[in-house]
T-cell receptor, first 109, second 114 residues
Framework: GIQVEQSPPDLILQEGANSTLRCNFS?????LQWFHQNPWGQLINLFY???GTKQNGRLSATTVATERYSLLYISSSQTTDSGVYFC???????????FGPGTSLSVIP | NAGVTQTPKFQVLKTGQSMTLQCAQD?????MSWYRQDPGMGLRLIHY???????DQGEVPNGYNVSRSTTEDFPLRLLSAAPSQTSVYFC?????????????FGEGSRLTVL
């Protein structure tokens, strides 16, 4: 069946460190988004990136659809980056979006 | 621009009670959906709508009803609440299809069923 995997499941960083989060998916996609769920539970759009590379401040994302993965880069991490990062994927052949299990990030001072 | 608005933010019910979670969006999006989020289970799709008057089931539809009488509103109804429906509920909308459009979420509604 259709699968979305994220790694690592948990990550602890010292403030100022860089990190890479990965999202693997089992089939070609036409929709991929990254979300940040903050400690208050809000789901915040980070990137809509079915292919290519985008950057927004300290965050950037790359999706290589042909190789079925996407990466989220966080540079110079801050404590406000803490929370859970989800990727969500949609396929042409399946009219729904599937969420990955998430990566829980804790940034400590 | 309010985006996607959910009410209430918190609710406690007794088993067997009914209630409606409200969702409204002001972005003129055709597609709306409801998800529930449970520890260790991620976000799972309950019901979705591709436009006014059209709804369909997602992954976990049992125990929930929806309707879409206007483009703006997509309420989720629990007819007889059960403890298994204790969860955080999120409403989302997108301009394009669920599998192609950028999703925008409301702030969530935390429901506890005793």
């Amino acid at each position: 069946g259709i699968q979305v995997e994220q790694s690592p499941p948990d990550l602890i960083l010292q403030e100022g460190a860089n990190s890479t989060l990965r999202c693997n998916f089992s089939d070609s996609v036409n929709n991929l988004q990254w979300f940040h769920q903050n400690p208050w539970g809000q789901l915040i759009n980070l990137f809509y990136i079915p292919s290519g590379t985008k950057q927004n401040g300290r965050l950037s994302a790359t999706t290589v659809a042909t190789e079925r993965y996407s990466l989220l880069y966080i540079s110079s991490s801050q404590t406000t980056d803490s929370g859970v990062y989800f990727c969500a994927v949609g396929w042409t052949s399946y009219d729904k979006v599937i969420f990955g299990p998430g990566t829980s990030l804790s940034v400590i001072p | 621009n309010a985006g996607v608005t959910q009410t209430p933010k918190f609710q406690v019910l007794k088993t067997g009670q009914s209630m409606t979670l409200q969702c409204a969006q002001d972005m003129n999006h055709e597609y709306m959906s409801w998800y529930r989020q449970d520890p260790g289970m991620g976000l799972r799709l309950i019901h979705y709508s591709v436009g006014a008057g059209i709804t369909d089931q997602g992954e976990v539809p049992n125990g929930y009803n929806v309707s879409r009488s206007t483009t703006e509103d997509f309420p989720l109804r629990l007819l007889s609440a059960a403890p298994s429906q204790t969860s955080v509920y999120f409403c989302a909308s997108s301009r394009q299809g669920l599998n192609t459009g950028e999703l925008f979420f409301g702030e969530g509604s935390r429901l506890t069923v005793l």
